[in-house]
């Protein structure tokens, strides 16, 4: 008790003084005094637009009149943020583990009649296997789900897979924030990423002080990637004194929606052991493909282990992730990633991060499994699952032909259409004196047109510039996630609002 009371008396006294006494004390944490790597961390996507943009809601939510009805956030791939529907059976069960009770005998009657047999059957299991989804799992993730993992990886690329291999993360995101910072030793440390790039992995070398080493990806021949442009790009970093450690592929690609084909994949491993890069192989759009047979994705695991022995102690990390796909559920942060020839006591440090954070968020380890093991032909959901899934494949398909070719027919606009992921990057060419309000402005020109855009029709987009563009080319990315029923309106107000600019600003 006496300890107690001693601390507020000890306390008075300093204050009492404290030459602060009555002003207010200065802050610990200023913007000057913190870290400044988290300053250097620049993340268009939920940038200056997206708050502009959540303005706007507010202004909608009193009823001002704006001349549209709704903000549509295409900034971000959030599916189901834009009504695309979670599929039933990974909810039935997410519900079922969630509420155990439910799964109770006295609540058997009622439950049969809501939820299919395999749903019930799945919860129960995976309960088994997890105890509790309020509990700490394993840092690595739920072993029975790692193997759940491994076994999906192996069907897809006819090679064995190791669930010690694999780490459940908080979405992609996590996986690859680990794996950079195992990479990153000193600040010299040179990543080679894609630009344009999601910039997740500019942000991440920004935050632990590394640097970006950049290789264009070709606009003219469909975003490709071609070996001499990764040849010059590490010839460039490692000239300006960066030890280039590893190379990030974006497959297929974000925001430029391209497929790699199998022959440039060998030679971007080719290149990477030639050179001695770790390669970090962002796979989470695998299976938004748009063009199967023309351009089906092949895994880099796979395309590795087809090399043969040379190559067996290639290292790889592969990421997937539970956001994307036809599954779309990102808020609930699942994903994983697939360690391949690296060292055993690299994997064994990896854990050992994984566990300073504890574990993966549960339930997203549990969408990670149904992802990776949905309802197989025969069982009860099987049908449903298919019909649902099919059914936003081809909505998806259908709407980024749609936005493709409602680029291609504005006036100054050119797009590539997706080969695969849920972004079209079109190129913009705007007039010179829409370029000159945009300096005056002290805006970028794609800045300034999407800032014109979102004020004319709610219509959120990122500017080119969040992604890394060639110096003089403009482009914005944006998803083609607007609900279908709604898609013509949306491609419409697009059109009116680009003719209405260019006629402001033609000379
Ligand atoms: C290429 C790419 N990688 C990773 C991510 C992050 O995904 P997650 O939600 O799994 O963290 C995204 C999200 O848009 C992405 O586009």
Redesign the pocket.
């Known amino acids: 008790m006496q300890a107690t009371t001693a601390i507020p008396i000890l306390l008075c006294k300093r204050l009492s003084t404290s030459k602060f006494v009555g002003a207010r004390r200065s802050k610990v944490l200023t913007y000057d005094s913190i870290n400044s790597h988290v300053k250097k961390v620049e993340y268009a ?1 939920r940038g200056e637009l997206a708050i502009r943009a959540e303005k706007i809601k507010e202004k909608l939510a009193k009823n001002e009149d704006l001349g549209f009805e709704a903000v549509v956030n295409c900034n ?2 959030n599916p189901q943020q834009l009504m695309q529907r979670p599929i039933t059976f990974f909810r039935q069960v997410a519900a079922l583990t969630e509420y155990p009770d439910l799964l109770s005998p006295e609540n058997q009657d009622h439950v049969k009649a809501l939820f299919p047999s395999d749903a019930i059957e799945r919860a129960r299991k995976l309960l088994k296997q997890i105890g509790s989804v309020g509990a700490y799992s394993h840092s690595q993730g739920v072993p029975h789900i790692r193997q759940d993992v491994a076994k999906f990886i192996e069907e897809r690329d006819g090679y064995p897979s190791d669930m010690n291999n694999i780490f459940l ?6 996986g ?1 924030q680990s794996v950079l910072q195992l990479i990153i030793t000193h600040p010299d440390v040179g990543v080679m990423i894609p630009i344009p790039q ?1 910039p ?1 992995y500019s942000a991440t070398l920004s935050l632990f002080n590394a640097r970006a080493v950049p290789y264009y990806l070709n606009e003219d021949d469909d975003w490709s990637l071609d070996i001499d442009q990764l040849t010059s790009s590490l010839a460039n970093g490692r000239s300006k004194g960066c030890e280039v450690r590893a190379l990030v592929i ?1 497959n297929p ?2 925001p430029t929606g391209q497929c790699l084909t199998e022959r440039n994949m060998r030679e971007i491993i080719e290149f990477c052991y030639n050179e001695r890069i770790v390669l970090l192989a ?1 796979e ?2 695998q299976t938004n493909i748009y063009r199967p047979s023309e351009r089906p994705f092949h895994s880099f695991k796979k395309i590795l282990r087809s090399m043969g022995s040379k190559y067996e102690d290639f290292e790889l990390f592969s ?1 997937h ?4 796909g036809m599954i779309g559920e ?1 808020g609930r ?3 994983y990633y697939e360690c391949t020839g690296i060292d055993r006591e690299v994997v064994g440090q990896l854990y050992k991060l994984a566990s300073v954070s504890l574990c993966p968020n549960v339930q997203g380890q549990i969408m990670v499994d149904l992802m990776v093991k949905p309802p197989k032909r025969g069982d009860p959901s099987h049908e449903l699952y298919q019909k649902e899934l099919k059914g936003i494949y081809a909505s998806l398909k259908r709407r980024s032909e749609k936005l493709s070719g409602l680029f291609n027919s504005l006036d100054g606009v050119t797009c590539n259409d997706a080969k695969g ?1 849920m972004y079209l990057f079109p190129r913009i060419r705007l007039p010179p004196k829409a370029i000159e309000a945009a300096r005056e402005a002290g805006k970028q020109p794609d800045e300034f047109y999407c800032l014109a855009m979102l004020d004319a029709t709610g219509v959120c987009v990122v500017p080119g510039s969040g992604f890394g563009q060639k110096d003089g080319t403009w482009h914005f990315r944006s998803t083609f996630l607007p609900p279908e029923e709604l898609f013509d309106g949306f491609c419409a107000n697009l059109k009116k609002f680009h003719q209405e600019f260019l006629s402001k600003y033609r000379d």
């Not at 993360?169 to 996590?174: C, E, L, P, R, V």
């Not at 992730?321 to 994307?324: A, E, F, G």
């Open positions: 996507v971000i791939g993360t908080q979405g992609a995101s996590s690859v999601y997740l974006i690609g974000n962002d989470v759009y990421f992730s539970i956001s994307k990102c942060r699942g994903g992921s």
